[in-house]
C-alpha cells in the first residue's frame, strides 16, 4: 500500500502547476465556456488544461497506482489514494488580473482529505497541509497556519465568493447569517478559505462547491483548527453546499441559522 507523500512533493506538483499558470496570467487568452446547467459562463482556459495535464504527469510517474479527480480531464484510476485537483480555482479572476485565484491540490484516503496545497504563485504564498500540521509560507518565511477565536457570532467576518448563487431556503439562511455578523464580504474565492485558515476571516459559506474546489483546503482548514462540513452537518470532500467556520462554536451557531433552527 503507498504511503502519504511528503510535503516536498506538493511543492514539487504546485512548482510544476506555477510553471504553467504564471506565464499565461495577465495575458491575453483564449476563453472557452463549459456547459453547466444554471450557468451561462463556465469559463475555462488553457492555462486551466496546461497546469492540470503536468501535475497529473508529475502524479502518474511518482505514484502511478493512485487516482486521480481533476475539474478539467475528469476521473482516472482507482484505489484508496486518490489525487483532487483544481488548477486554477477561481478562473473568473484569473482571467480579470485579481489575484484571489490559486491552485489546488488534494489528496484523499479512503475517501478523507488527508493533504492539501493552494499556491497563489503572483503573490508568491502557499498555504499547505501535511501530516505534522497546516502551514503558510511566503519570501521563504514559514509559520504554522491557526485559525482565531472572536467568540461572539457578532464579532465574526462572514465570506462568500456570491451573493448571485443563492436561492430559497438557502438564500434565507444566508441573510440570516449576514444579519448576525459583524461584516460580510464577496469573491475571494480560495483564497478567501486561506484567510480563514490564517486567522483573519471567521466564516464561509459556499452554497454548491465540486469535489475539487474543496479537498485540498479541508485538511489546510482542519489542521489549522478550523471546522468544514456540508450543511447538513457531514463531510465536505464530495463538495455541495459547504459550511467552513474558525471554530466549533461558531460552527454550530451558523448551523442553525443556515438551516433555520430555532
Not at 162 to 169: A, C, I, T, V
Not at 221 to 244: H, M, P, Q, Y
Request: proline letters at 5%.
Amino acid at each position: 500500500m503507498s504511503k502519504l507523500p511528503n510535503a516536498d512533493f506538493l511543492h514539487r506538483l504546485a512548482d510544476i502547476a506555477d510553471a504553467e499558470t504564471m506565464p499565461r496570467y495577465r495575458t491575453e487568452l483564449a476563453i472557452d465556456t463549459k456547459f453547466n446547467e444554471g450557468d451561462s459562463f463556465d469559463p475555462v482556459t488553457e492555462a486551466d488544461r496546461e497546469a492540470e495535464i503536468a501535475i497529473r504527469a508529475a502524479i502518474e510517474a511518482e505514484y502511478p497506482d493512485h487516482a486521480i479527480l481533476g475539474e478539467e480531464l475528469g476521473q482516472t484510476g482507482s484505489g484508496s489514494f486518490r489525487w483532487v485537483l483544481d488548477p486554477v480555482d477561481g478562473t473568473r479572476p484569473f482571467i480579470c488580473g485579481i489575484p484571489v485565484w490559486g491552485t489546488l491540490i488534494g489528496l484523499t484516503v479512503d475517501g478523507r482529505a488527508e493533504m492539501g496545497m493552494m499556491s497563489q504563485p503572483f503573490i508568491g504564498e502557499r498555504f499547505w497541509a501535511d501530516v505534522e500540521g497546516a502551514w503558510y509560507e511566503r519570501a521563504g518565511k514559514r509559520q504554522r497556519l491557526s485559525t482565531r477565536d472572536v467568540g461572539a457570532l457578532s464579532e465574526a467576518i462572514l465570506h462568500t465568493t456570491s451573493p448571485e448563487d443563492y436561492y430559497g431556503d438557502l438564500k434565507q439562511g444566508f441573510d440570516r447569517l449576514a444579519a448576525s455578523v459583524r461584516m460580510t464580504r464577496y469573491g475571494g474565492e480560495c483564497y478567501a478559505l486561506a484567510m480563514l485558515a490564517a486567522g483573519r476571516i471567521d466564516l464561509a459559506v459556499e452554497p454548491s462547491l465540486q469535489p475539487y474546489d474543496i479537498v485540498a483546503l479541508i485538511p489546510i482548514i482542519e489542521k489549522a483548527g478550523g471546522v468544514v462540513t456540508r450543511l447538513d452537518g457531514e463531510r465536505a470532500e464530495e463538495g455541495g453546499s459547504v459550511l467552513v467556520s474558525a471554530t466549533p462554536t461558531l460552527h454550530y451557531e451558523a448551523l442553525r441559522l443556515l438551516n433555520g433552527c430555532a
